[in-house]
């Protein structure tokens, strides 16, 4: 079975809360889900997965320190990760506080492992993943939820589980 895995970090639960709702998506994409803090995720769950989403908030217009940190780690799996799909979310306290640079700073360290990302061409989506502004509203949760289930769809095809 296709397996999907969301690693988040969150200090005040907005981007938590995004993260089971990926979850969600993912499971009703047909995938097996784990998700998984940060803190707890171990690079033998990376090579595990068939896609993988990251998220994290948005500190300083960029992804948080934890969250650089795991990524950096995972220079001891490169080559590993190759064709797996991924993709990104966060939450950031303002519309126009650097969201977006954020997505494409998680993006960016899954391209240099060799994965496929996965955007959003519409506006029931961010382009570069999914947004929340603070705690995430309907809309937001909407497009956490259809990432998910993109993620999910795709890596089945290219993971031919
Ligand atoms: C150290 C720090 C830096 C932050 N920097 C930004 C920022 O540059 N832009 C922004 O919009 N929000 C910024 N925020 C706000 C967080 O992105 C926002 O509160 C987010 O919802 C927190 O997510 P969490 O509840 O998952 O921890 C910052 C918060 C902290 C604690």
């Known amino acids: ?6 690693v988040y970090h969150s200090r005040s639960g907005n981007t938590a809360k ?3 709702v990926v979850a969600e998506g993912a499971k009703s994409g047909g995938a097996d889900v784990v998700v998984k ?3 707890e995720a171990a690079l033998e769950d990376l090579i595990g ?4 989403v990251l998220g994290a908030p948005t500190y300083f217009g960029t992804l948080s320190a934890e969250m ?3 990524i950096d780690g995972s220079v001891r799996v490169r080559g590993k990760l190759e064709d797996k799909i991924g993709a990104a979310f966060t939450s950031s306290g303002s519309p ?7 997505l494409l700073s998680l993006i960016q360290g899954m391209l240099i492992h ?26 937001s949760l909407k497009s956490c939820r259809k990432l998910g ?7 089945k095809v290219v993971g031919g589980a």
């Not at 079975?1 to 969301?6: A, D, F, I, P, S």
């Not at 997965?49 to 993988?52: F, P, V």
């Not at 126009?96 to 954020?102: Q, S």
């Not at 289930?149 to 890596?155: G, S």
């Open 68 to 70: 650089k940190g795991f």
């Open 114 to 139: 060799g994965m496929v990302i996965v955007g959003d061409p519409l506006e029931t989506g961010g382009h570069y993943g999914a947004v929340a502004v603070g705690s995430p509203d309907a809309e």
């Open 49 to 52: 997965a068939d896609g993988i």
């Open 149 to 155: 289930e993109r993620v999910a769809k795709l890596a």
């Open 96 to 102: 126009t506080g650097g969201n977006e640079t954020t």
């Open 18 to 20: 995004m993260a089971q």
């Open 37 to 39: 803090k940060v803190e």
């Open 1 to 6: 079975m296709t397996k999907v895995l969301v």
